[in-house]
């Protein structure tokens, strides 16, 4: 018992911490424990630790791990895509062999197929082309997204590459090239997530949660079954015994077939967590955004609650300057509203928007409008049925 427990604490543990040193810089964990922990292992830890450096050895040892540590950070290497890759083989390598034989027919044909969808959308993900931008192929990307006037504007281009940006493109520093919809940098898959490749993200995101969740049901259904072979009154939801007993029990089991044991347990600990991101990943298609433009919104949601944020209605027959944006997209609606953000609270007197009429100060988000959300479904298929490029 105190084995497994200690086990199960550790797995936790450390589930705990990769979600917070991963995902704790999101806005909505910003004021959260977990955003408080990835501020801690990012920023306090390392600051101490060059302090204590800066005495110790005038700095020698932090100016080297600098170094690996930007190269780690800031360049494209398949280091956590190993890691995912082999905590997946090792798992199935260490729950197969002993569990193959007490599996049915259908549990292995159904497990087999399973087991090998996450490595095929891991390389669909990571070998495809998340939807770069060069000079070449800059006009087919801004036909994607009209300019919404609120978080994207015509004729901004990218320092690096020296392209006009696209609405809802971004440059992305670790992949050093500006993608369309780019919704974030995966480490685990090596690669941006953008317009391209949004869906097998979500496919491998979906994939491996079912996976898991489903070597999770086998592992409790075996050990439960090999229970039930020395205990004839075991039922897997324990009735007839007390919580002590049946903890034992499930304890016994685990370090009897540790090997499906420690498995199970992994799976149980991290199916939460993909299902989680999935959850949120779903979420921002549901609500018409992406990963990157969360950011952009709470930065928009600090400075209309402030009182600084101003809109006024788009003449729906606007002149489009059309060095910097194109005439027409494949997106079936046009931006309505430009928003405007001022240093004085008082309402802008810029004259090179295309805005008509009075300004309005807007309070909070569901005063303006997301021209990107066109509904759940509708969101849903930008996402899964590539529109034909105009
Ligand atoms: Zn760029
Ligand atoms: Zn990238």
Redesign the pocket.
Do not use: G, Q, R, V
């Given at each position: 018992m105190g084995l497994v427990r200690k086990i199960a604490i550790a797995i936790l543990l450390i589930s705990f911490f990769t979600f917070a040193a991963f995902f704790g810089r999101l806005p909505a964990l910003r004021n959260t424990p977990i955003g408080f922990l990835y501020r801690v292992l990012w920023i306090h830890i390392p600051r101490g630790l060059t302090r204590i450096d800066q005495a110790l050895t005038g700095g020698r040892i932090s100016t080297t791990t600098k170094r690996y540590a930007h190269t780690l950070w800031n360049d494209r290497h398949p280091l956590v895509m190993i890691f995912f890759i082999l905590l997946l083989s090792i798992s199935e390598l260490l729950f197969l062999p002993p569990a193959w034989l007490l599996m049915t027919p259908f549990r292995r044909i159904f497990g087999s197929i399973l087991l090998l969808l996450p490595y095929l959308l891991l390389y669909t993900s990571a070998a495809s082309d998340p939807g770069y931008i060069t000079p070449s192929n800059l006009s087919p990307s801004w036909t994607l997204y009209p300019y919404d006037f609120t978080i994207y504007h015509p004729g901004q281009t990218c320092r690096t590459c020296r392209t006009l940006k696209p609405a809802r493109s971004k440059h992305?520093a670790?992949?050093k090239r500006c993608?369309s919809k780019m919704d974030h940098?995966c480490i685990f898959i090596n690669?941006?997530v953008g317009y391209n490749n949004q869906h097998w993200f979500l496919l491998l995101l979906l994939s491996t949660a079912i996976l898991i969740s489903y070597a999770a049901y086998v592992g409790l259904s075996l050990l439960s079954g090999e229970i039930l072979k020395n205990l004839s009154s075991w039922t897997i939801t324990g009735k007839g015994y007390t919580w002590a007993q049946y903890l034992n029990i499930w304890g016994w089991a685990l370090q009897e077939y540790t090997r499906i044991g420690a498995v199970t347990l992994l799976c149980l600990l991290t199916a939460p967590l993909v299902w989680g991101l999935l959850g949120y990943h779903l979420y921002l298609i549901w609500a018409g955004t992406t990963t990157n433009e969360t950011m952009k919104w709470s930065d928009w949601t600090a400075e209309m609650a402030d009182g600084f944020v101003f809109k006024c209605s788009i003449p729906a027959d606007r002149r489009k300057d059309l060095t910097v944006e194109s005439r027409v997209t494949s997106w079936p609606a046009e931006s309505q509203q430009v928003l405007e953000r001022t240093e004085d609270g008082k309402p802008p007197r810029k004259l090179d928007v295309p805005g008509v009429g009075e300004w309005e100060r807007v309070w909070t988000l569901a005063d303006i409008e997301n021209l990107y959300d066109l509904g759940f479904l509708d969101n849903l298929k930008d996402v899964f049925l590539r529109r034909k490029e105009q």
């Open positions: 992305c670790i992949c993608i940098h690669n941006c």
